[in-house]
Nanobody, 124 residues
């Protein structure tokens, strides 16, 4: 049973930084990707970034390129999302999810296992 737990959210001022963590367990899979998604009130869930376990290839949505960095700690099966230069439009509930096998898509429907989500608020 795959389980994902997000942490690291909170309130930050515009221009600030946060680092989200996604701790994964039960990943007895050979070829998977972990993605980060977000959902603002009244909006659809959108993909932010994903990383593939086999080669650590990463992919980013255009809206976060150059500001967000996804990485993985192999020893702890944890995926991080470093978010810099945050903007108010980055506000939302952030989720991590697993896609297996990995196709490096940011389409939420392709991801099978999801965390519970964590709030990120960018406001002055």
């Amino acid at each position: 049973q795959v389980q994902l737990v997000e942490s690291g959210g909170g309130l930050v001022q515009p221009g600030g930084s946060l680092r989200l963590s996604c701790a994964a367990s039960g990943l007895a899979l050979d070829y998977w990707a972990i993605g980060w998604f977000r959902q603002a009130p009244g909006k659809e869930r959108e993909g932010v970034s994903c990383i593939r376990n086999s080669d650590l290839r990463a992919y980013y949505a255009d809206s976060v390129k150059g500001r967000f960095t996804i990485s993985r700690d192999n020893a702890e099966d944890t995926v991080y999302l470093q978010m810099d230069s945050l903007k108010p439009e980055d506000t939302g509930v952030y989720y991590c999810a697993v896609e297996a096998p990995a196709t490096m898509t940011l389409a939420p429907r392709e991801y099978e296992f999801w965390g519970q989500g964590i709030q990120v608020t960018v406001s002055s």
